[in-house]
């Protein structure tokens, strides 16, 4: 299917008026009446967009960008949404969750209940964002997320397969098992290995989705799990899972940890002489972030992760205007940091997200935009984003591509770089040829 063009910028794209139209026929006083009492304080059709991520706490590393990116749209759409003939003020309300499932809910409560948000907008792993399309949902509010397998956000609320989708207001794009599995393949296949796999799943969302559906795939492709089980997080021994993994010659190491998580298991595997037997390390969840991989020190090095977004996706934000390489240069420029591949994923929901506040028609009444986001089609700054045609009700599904974390040549900016194995359609974006072996 070919890609469609990409959308105009959302602080322009023409919306029908029809909540004016509304006002004026049926009379002032009998839509105050239909307003909530802080709409009818605020005197104006404000459009209110919640945004929630993890700023602080263990998944610190996936909201680092995110100031960057509120303030980015800030600026762009210039506080307004256009609908037809009239301009609608725009206001964003980020929140951090401080890495806290518990905050997450509430902080979600909280922009329902007393901001009343029209859209709620909610990233970066299930940890964040199931809390949170769950307090949606249960409120009749408008929500769209990303960055968690969706396998994770639909089953993992309580989706069964086979059955009609119990969600109505909670949309979720994000990649999928399918895309870990066909990332892995194409990467593990780049290097001679025994075809053992380690498997580190933690008893969490991720962790228990990606054994399910996951493993079954690496099986059939000819590899062997070897799963020693489910772990808590926040785990400090994993004497145990090290000893199967080197009982068993395990030459690839996968899995779902925390990012505190995999560090002390990594680190106890060097001292323990697994990282030595070790020749490809791909973790799902953690070496996502160059904060990541300089925590682990030389451990970090090596490491290669699937990247939901890096400056080789050749798609323009139709909220910024701004393709990949111009993204990069804007943040490294405003905050003096190394670029991570959530700042393409978090203004892929502003992307998505006005958009559909748009082509609702009425930006205020939650049926007409969950409306519009069932019809979403639009290309993003991670790709096209089609509820349309997702795997499941509710999904869209965006590609995931190999990447490896290499030490940057001397002279380099920042220590670190960040290559694609496997998307070579921008020319100007480093491609490696080869994936690197794992070693210490």
Request: aromatic share 8%; with cysteine; proline share 7%.
């Amino acid at each position: 299917m070919s890609e469609p063009q990409a959308a105009r910028r959302a602080d322009g794209v023409e919306v029908g008026s029809g909540r004016r139209e509304f006002l004026g026929a049926a009379g002032v006083a009998a839509a105050a009446l239909a307003l909530p009492q802080s709409a009818r304080a605020a005197g104006n059709d404000t459009v209110r967009v919640g945004f929630i991520s993890p700023l602080t706490g263990p998944l610190a590393g996936f909201g680092q960008t995110d100031p960057f990116i509120i303030e980015l749209v800030r600026k762009r759409t210039g506080g307004h949404l256009k609908s037809g003939a009239s301009t609608l003020p725009l206001e964003l309300l980020s929140r951090d969750t401080q890495s806290d499932p518990s905050r997450a809910s509430q902080l979600a409560k909280e922009l329902i209940n007393e901001h009343h948000v029209d859209l709620m907008l909610a990233t970066s792993t299930p940890e964040v964002v199931n809390p949170v399309a769950d307090a949606c949902e249960a409120a009749g509010v408008p929500c769209l997320s990303t960055v968690d397998p969706w396998e994770s956000w639909y089953f993992g609320r309580g989706a069964k397969p086979g059955q009609p989708s119990p969600f109505h207001w909670t949309y979720h794009f994000s990649f999928g098992v399918a895309q870990f599995a066909e990332m892995y393949l194409s990467i593990w296949g780049l290097l001679p290995t025994n075809k053992v796999v380690g498997a580190l799943y933690p008893n969490d969302a991720d962790g228990n989705a990606l054994r399910e559906h996951l493993v079954p795939a690496l099986e059939k492709a000819g590899y062997k799990v070897v799963d020693p089980g489910a772990y808590q997080d926040g785990t400090t021994n994993f004497s145990a899972q090290i000893q199967k993994f080197k009982a068993a010659g395990v030459q690839i190491l996968t899995g779902a940890p925390l990012p505190n998580d995999f560090a002390v298991f990594l680190r106890q595997a060097a001292q323990q002489g697994l990282a030595r037997q070790l020749r490809i390390v791909t973790p799902a969840k953690v070496g996502l972030f160059p904060s990541d991989v300089q925590a682990l020190g030389r451990l970090g090095l090596g490491i290669a992760t699937g990247a939901y977004w890096s400056p080789a996706f050749p798609y323009v934000s139709p909220v910024a205007g701004l393709g990949g390489a111009q993204l990069v240069d804007a943040y490294q420029k405003a905050s003096g940091k190394q670029w991570t591949q959530q700042l393409g994923a978090s203004l892929s929901l502003f992307d998505a997200g006005l958009t559909a506040l748009s082509r609702s028609g009425a930006p205020k009444d939650r049926n007409a935009v969950i409306k519009a986001i069932r019809e979403l089609d639009v290309v993003t700054t991670v790709g096209r984003v089609n509820f349309r045609d997702g795997p499941v009700p509710n999904v869209a599904t965006t590609p995931l591509v190999g990447a490896q974390w290499l030490a940057a040549p001397s002279g380099s900016r920042f220590p670190l770089e960040y290559l694609t194995v496997e998307h070579a359609d921008d020319p100007k974006v480093r491609i490696q040829t080869r994936l690197h072996r794992y070693h210490i």
